[in-house]
């Protein structure tokens, strides 16, 4: 399956700031759309979209801390380059510990920032897969019924058969039977595959539920 081509979102304040920037990848032939606010960018912001992000971090109103932090909220996975005409080394921390690839400060190198935009569009690519990878094992476990959920559940806790059979009141031959049915609907060959997979899943959604 050929991946989409990635988008390069620029939001900044500063028209001069993205038309100049949409100018250099366009030069490069990367597609770009720029956004002159967060409120605007988040309008059109299309979670399933393969893309990364260039963001200025003092905007009116809304902010590219705020806005990162709306995106952390969302649970998006599009990598963000921060950019700033008064960086500084707390601020280039905060961007990091929250999330984003880089941070450089205006004015910045064409090369370097297209070599960085370009890292970041390798990445946004490896993470829009695990993404989708994602979705379709959500999509699966939801097909699950609800004694294969138990059953489920209880594999990943690292339960024999004999035991779980024991705590459902049901036979081991059954217990088998909705294991086999369980790593069929999930298209997963192996328990130990099985198990990892799906114990992601479930501590991220977790965490995503948590305060």
């Given at each position: 399956?050929?991946?989409?081509?990635?988008?390069?979102?620029?939001?900044?304040?500063d028209?001069?700031m993205?038309?100049s920037?949409?100018?250099l990848?366009?030069s490069?032939g990367?597609a770009s759309?720029g956004y002159?606010?967060?409120a605007?960018?988040l309008?059109?912001?299309?979670p399933d979209r393969?893309?990364?992000?260039?963001?200025?971090?003092r905007m009116?109103?809304?902010g590219?801390?705020?806005?990162?932090s709306?995106?952390?909220r969302?649970?998006?996975?599009?990598?963000?380059i921060?950019?700033?005409?008064?960086g500084?080394?707390p601020m280039?921390?905060?961007a990091?510990?929250?999330g984003?690839?880089?941070f450089?400060?205006k004015?910045?190198n064409?090369?370097?920032?297209l070599?960085?935009?370009?890292?970041?569009?390798k990445?946004a690519a490896?993470r829009?897969?695990?993404?989708q990878?994602?979705?379709q094992?959500?999509?699966?476990l939801?097909?699950?019924?609800?004694?294969?959920?138990?059953?489920?559940?209880?594999?990943?806790?690292?339960?024999?058969?004999?035991?779980?059979a024991?705590?459902l009141a049901?036979s081991v031959?059954t217990v088998?039977?909705?294991?086999a049915?369980v790593?069929?609907k999930?298209?997963?060959?192996?328990?130990?595959?099985?198990?990892r997979e799906?114990?992601?899943?479930?501590d991220l959604?977790?965490?995503?539920?948590s305060?």
């Amino acid at each position: 399956m050929t991946l989409p081509a990635p988008v390069v979102y620029i939001v900044d304040d500063d028209h001069g700031m993205r038309t100049s920037l949409s100018w250099l990848l366009d030069s490069v032939g990367m597609a770009s759309e720029g956004y002159a606010s967060a409120a605007e960018f988040l309008a059109a912001y299309d979670p399933d979209r393969l893309a990364c992000l260039v963001l200025d971090v003092r905007m009116p109103e809304v902010g590219g801390f705020d806005l990162q932090s709306e995106l952390n909220r969302r649970g998006a996975t599009l990598p963000i380059i921060f950019v700033s005409g008064h960086g500084d080394i707390p601020m280039s921390v905060r961007a990091l510990q929250n999330g984003a690839i880089d941070f450089v400060e205006k004015p910045y190198n064409s090369q370097q920032m297209l070599d960085r935009v370009q890292r970041a569009t390798k990445l946004a690519a490896q993470r829009h897969a695990a993404s989708q990878k994602l979705r379709q094992l959500r999509q699966r476990l939801e097909s699950l019924t609800t004694r294969e959920t138990e059953v489920l559940r209880a594999v990943v806790d690292g339960k024999p058969s004999k035991r779980i059979a024991t705590e459902l009141a049901i036979s081991v031959k059954t217990v088998d039977v909705h294991r086999a049915s369980v790593k069929e609907k999930l298209g997963v060959a192996s328990v130990a595959k099985l198990v990892r997979e799906v114990a992601a899943v479930w501590d991220l959604d977790a965490g995503l539920l948590s305060p």
